[in-house]
């Protein structure tokens, strides 16, 4: 928190004394203090152990479900009072300003579903009645959703005063963060639902499947990170036959990402293409280094290799289950608008979507790195060149929508390469991904 701009830190000053307010202001006449001591520990206790999503810089609380419980058992001013505890939370890594925010906003959350459980009509029914998870399951869903949406608002508030978010990667975020946070909070009815038939034995009683279900996160995780480390190790192989070109299959996966957020893909998609921009040249491993570092025009053998270089993409990763769509955008990434592509000559909307998408942003990367032959070109000379295959090469709509998110995010091309002095580099001659500079083929000219 430190470095917190002026708007930040008055933001957080504000939802700390509503909060405060809100708990001094509150009458907890009849409020049940050994339950809420009992919760408090629960909650304690899951808070030390947040679960880990795929999503980047986003973990779950486990207390989620003590808060949930408290808005049945104890109402609204002790849902806010529970979540006040967050402030001597498990994390000790937390700063005091981070754990008062936590505490706060959390107060708020439990506030704001507990009056909304209670406008729904769930505190009408008592937990000893038959029927009573039936009859209150809706209030409480209702405040479930209530909690949620106020403890997401409150957080995606600071991170964008912080600037340490932009909003369309906190919506693109906070799906994902929010299935995680409404699964958790359904263990608050369990935990409900069995405390006046078991007590306070009932918060230990599921303490077991919240940590089941926590690991189970924590596996999915662990999963996605494999993949990860999988496919970078594939990028860095395919990396070394080329010192110029480290680093390229990374920024053509970002450019990728670019352009699905721009034009709206569902977040699995973006993530599919996320994989297909950083393997889309996996297959330069089945072609021959000496065909891909010849100084001169190719043979028309050896153009036919170049040429083939998605095909042996998808072999290579075809058998790699999670890539789904991804490997139509592997295999058609060189496939051009005007059908001349290659490697099956498919035009216009015969081109897979995920090609059309990596082929504008392997382009532009390319365009904007410095290769052996020649320096960098300019992000402007790069954007003209884009243009100026605007349907021909490159889809027009994906062009737009590039050219749309590069102006909003900008472009950080890479610094050029420092050659090693103690060892002979030797480096492609003659680039396929870039279409302002085409490869030269014996006898015919030149060939894109």
Same mark, same amino acid.
């Given at each position: 928190?430190?470095g ?15 909060a ?12 049940d ?8 520990v629960?909650?304690?206790? +899951?808070?030390s ?9 986003a ?6 479900a003590?808060?949930? &419980? ?7 001013e ?37 009056v909304? =459980?209670?406008?729904? $009509? ?12 039936e ?7 209702g405040?479930?959703?209530?909690f ?15 600037k ?10 906070? $799906? ?8 958790? !909070? ?11 038939r ?6 230990v009683l599921?303490?077991?499947?919240? =940590?089941?279900? @926590?690991?189970? /996160?924590e ?10 480390a999988?496919?970078?190790?594939? +990028? ?10 480290? $680093?390229?299959?990374?920024r ?20 599919? *293409? ?9 297959g ?7 065909v891909?570092?010849k100084? !001169?025009p ?5 153009f036919a290799?170049?040429?083939l270089?998605? /095909? @042996? !993409?998808?072999? *290579?990763?075809?058998?790699? $289950?999670?890539l789904?769509e991804?490997l139509?955008?592997?295999?058609h990434?060189?496939?051009?608008m ?8 498919? &035009? ?10 990596i ?11 410095t290769?052996s ?5 300019? *992000? ?17 709509? *994906?062009?737009?929508a590039f050219?749309r ?6 472009w ?18 003659q680039?396929?991904?870039d ?5 030269r083929?014996?006898?015919?000219g030149?060939?894109s």
């Amino acid at each position: 928190m430190r470095g917190l701009p002026l708007a930040a830190w008055l933001y957080v000053c504000g939802v700390v004394a509503l909060a405060a307010g809100l708990i001094a202001t509150s009458s907890f006449g009849g409020l049940d203090w050994r339950a809420l001591a009992v919760l408090a520990v629960l909650f304690f206790i +899951c808070d030390s152990a947040p679960a880990q999503l795929n999503v980047e810089r986003a973990r779950v609380s486990l207390s989620f479900a003590a808060s949930l &419980a408290s808005v049945v058992l104890l109402g609204p001013e002790g849902a806010a009072l529970l979540g006040a505890t967050a402030v001597v939370n498990g994390q000790r890594v937390f700063a005091p300003v981070k754990r008062m925010f936590n505490g706060a906003q959390f107060a708020l959350s439990g506030y704001a579903s507990g009056v909304v =459980f209670q406008a729904l $009509g769930g505190r009408r029914f008592a937990p000893v009645q038959p029927g009573w998870v039936e009859h209150v399951i809706g209030p409480f869903f209702g405040a479930l959703v209530a909690f949620v949406l106020v403890n997401l608002t409150l957080m995606a508030g600071i991170l964008l005063l912080a600037k340490q978010a932009a909003p369309r990667e906190l919506l693109r975020e906070y $799906g994902q963060l929010a299935v995680g946070c409404l699964g958790y !909070g359904m263990f608050g009815l369990l935990i409900a639902g069995l405390w006046p038939r078991v007590g306070t034995v009932a918060a230990v009683l599921v303490l077991l499947p919240l =940590f089941i279900a @926590r690991w189970a /996160m924590e596996q999915a995780h662990d999963q996605q990170q494999a993949h990860s480390a999988t496919l970078a190790a594939l +990028c860095q192989a395919v990396e070394t036959k080329d010192y110029y070109t480290r $680093g390229h299959s990374e920024r053509v996966s970002r450019g990728s990402v670019m352009i699905a957020q721009e034009i709206g893909m569902r977040a699995d998609r973006v993530e599919a *293409i996320r994989y297909a921009g950083m393997l889309h040249d996996v297959g330069k491993l089945g072609v021959p280094t000496k065909v891909l570092q010849k100084d !001169g025009p190719l043979t028309e053998e050896e153009f036919a290799a170049i040429q083939l270089h998605p /095909m @042996r !993409g998808l072999e *290579i990763v075809r058998e790699i $289950g999670f890539l789904d769509e991804a490997l139509a955008g592997i295999m058609h990434h060189h496939e051009k608008m005007n059908g001349r592509g290659y490697p099956m000559g498919l &035009a216009g909307d015969e081109i897979p979507e995920f090609a059309r998408v990596i082929s504008v942003a392997d382009a532009f990367d390319s365009m904007t790195s410095t290769r052996s032959y020649r320096p960098a070109r300019s *992000i402007e000379e790069a954007v003209a060149e884009l243009r100026r295959g605007m349907g021909d090469h490159f889809d027009p709509e *994906i062009v737009e929508a590039f050219l749309r998110a590069l102006d909003r995010e900008g472009w950080r091309p890479p610094h050029p390469p420092v050659l090693p002095d103690d060892e002979v580099v030797e480096t492609t001659r003659q680039d396929h991904d870039d279409p302002s500079n085409p490869i030269r083929v014996a006898g015919d000219g030149v060939r894109s």
